[in-house]
């Protein structure tokens, strides 16, 4: 008689346990499913995001190519680059749903896509000519004179389409806004200094001479202002700067370097060794400021 | 000599006692299991210890950051003491318990009280797609568009804490959906008061 019912209390536990045990593994699945949703979100914001960078980069290997700079390793260069951009750009474009969402908001953003898809194209047409003959002087013309507007373009594609991602609950959206603007800022100065020494390189070539030469000393601006406060926060910027020792460990290397690229932009006239070395610190900025990019997603320091 | 010999055992022994941190005067852990492990909620032992991660920040933007209100309603407000009987309690067969973490996962990750599951404010709306599963998990009947919470277990929320509304706005989510108020408990100290208190995360 006892041991029934401790056979029955027994199996009324393990009934119990495992009714708790399915109602929070339902839950945790159901949680799991809409993050994976929220990745997927997450995923098709860093390919628009990245491509900013992506277009100051081939624009600068091209003139890199046209002055015989190492042109073999720099026409491999540009086409990796502008086969990475084609195949996030593709991701974006037959991701009919997210084209559709942001057109609820944004009645114009499917022609926006179609223009940038026509100038993409071109662009990609030239980079793949030089690749093949670095002496296409054509195609270098059209990348010169069309990657701004290329950046112009991705740049409003990406900003309309964090805009379209924007929760409808005001609590959410607000606190995905101030990470938004973080995320947004840290990886700009990667654009910031693809694009200085790309119209370094414009002044070199005797290039849009005005124009490369306001951009480099509002370009200088911004970068002096955005790398202090990714570090110590700027209310104009929307940031709150960091504590993370981590981040700001990365950040100190990546302040150092543009320390380094900044003396050689500034330069009037640069030798063929500074050019290597501005090259070349142009990359390992890239690389270091990469690192504080990926820091800062990983990290929750609001 | 004598004298000595005694002051110093005294100063020995009470060094000794004040060097527990235990979480009241009777109380030093509670063990649970978690996974299928046992796990030991207490307080970080090191007396010098000090936060360093998030938690440690006075300020915050608010908006979204804002002050919480001590009580939502006739919900009912509970802290660290009733919150870790309710962790014991939800240990035994008959518990009828669930505590909610209700951040973003985001934040959740980062870590967050044993035992707790993960339920983030914005799937508790009336507009998420998901809504309908998960009262249905937790037992809630639908009936002429209307939802019976009778059957559910009492929810225990929580978020960040006294700086964070996400607690919050569950907690307002589920009254609008007809949850009776005595089926919810408001653990408002959240993460900011457990991470204060150095009990462990998980």
New interface residues.
């Given amino acids: 008689m006892v041991l029934k019912k401790i056979i029955i209390l027994v199996f009324l536990g393990v009934t119990f346990v495992n009714a708790n045990g399915n109602l929070m593994e339902g839950l945790t699945n159901i949680v799991d499913k809409a993050e994976d949703k929220k990745a997927e979100d997450k995923k098709v914001l860093n390919y628009a995001f990245k491509q900013r960078m992506r277009t100051q980069w081939i624009a600068r290997d091209i003139l890199l190519v046209s002055m015989d700079f190492d042109a073999s390793h720099y026409q491999n260069e540009a086409i990796k680059n502008a086969n990475a951009f084609n195949e996030n750009f593709y991701k974006l474009i037959e991701s009919k749903a997210d084209i559709e969402k942001a057109e609820k908001l944004y009645p114009n953003f499917p022609k926006k896509v179609n223009e940038l898809n026509i100038t993409w194209s071109k662009f990609y047409e030239s980079v793949k000519k030089i690749s093949k003959d670095k002496k296409d002087k054509e195609s270098v013309k059209f990348i010169v004179e069309n990657n701004i507007k290329l950046l112009d373009d991705i740049s409003y594609i990406f900003t309309h389409f964090i805009n379209s991602y924007q929760s409808s609950d005001k609590l959410e959206a607000s606190m995905a806004h101030i990470k938004s603007m973080l995320y947004t800022q840290v990886g700009k100065p990667r654009l910031y200094v693809n694009r200085m020494v790309k119209n370094k390189l414009s002044l070199e070539k005797n290039i849009a001479v005005k124009e490369s030469k306001k951009s480099i000393q509002e370009d200088i601006e911004k970068m002096d202002q955005l790398m202090k406060a990714l570090k110590d926060g700027d209310k104009e910027l929307e940031l709150n700067g960091t504590e993370d020792r981590k981040i700001l460990e990365k950040l100190s290397v990546s302040q150092s370097l543009w320390e380094e690229v900044k003396v050689l932009i500034q330069k009037k006239k640069l030798k063929k060794e500074e050019w290597s070395i501005l090259i070349q610190k142009n990359d390992d900025f890239i690389e270091a400021q990469t690192e504080v990019v990926k820091l800062t997603l990983a990290s929750n320091d609001n | 000599m004598k004298n000595k010999i005694i002051t110093t055992l005294l100063l020995l022994s009470y060094s000794l006692i004040a060097g527990e941190v235990n979480i009241t005067e009777e109380l030093k852990n509670i063990v649970i299991k978690e996974n299928g492990k046992e796990l030991k909620i207490e307080r970080i032992q090191d007396t010098k210890h000090r936060l360093t991660s998030?938690f440690s920040k006075t300020s915050?933007?608010c908006?979204?950051?804002c002050v919480q209100p001590m009580t939502i309603g006739k919900v009912k407000t509970i802290g660290e003491i009733e919150l870790l009987k309710h962790i014991e309690e939800m240990q035994k067969?008959?518990?009828n318990m669930?505590l909610i973490d209700t951040r973003?996962?985001?934040?959740n990750s980062?870590g967050t009280i044993p035992s707790s599951?993960?339920?983030?404010?914005?799937?508790l709306?009336k507009?998420s797609k998901?809504l309908k599963?998960?009262l249905s998990?937790?037992g809630a009947k639908e009936r002429d568009g209307r939802w019976n919470f009778q059957n559910i277990?009492t929810l225990i929320l929580f978020s960040n804490g006294i700086w964070d509304?996400?607690a919050t706005?569950a907690i307002e989510s589920l009254v609008a959906l007809g949850c009776p108020e005595d089926k919810i408990l408001y653990y408002r100290g959240g993460m900011q008061n457990w991470n204060i208190l150095g009990l462990t995360v998980k």
């Fill in positions: 998030n915050r933007e908006p979204p950051f067969e008959d518990s669930l973003t996962r985001d934040w980062e599951i993960n339920l983030p404010f914005t799937m709306k507009e998901y599963k998960i998990l937790l277990p509304a996400q706005k």
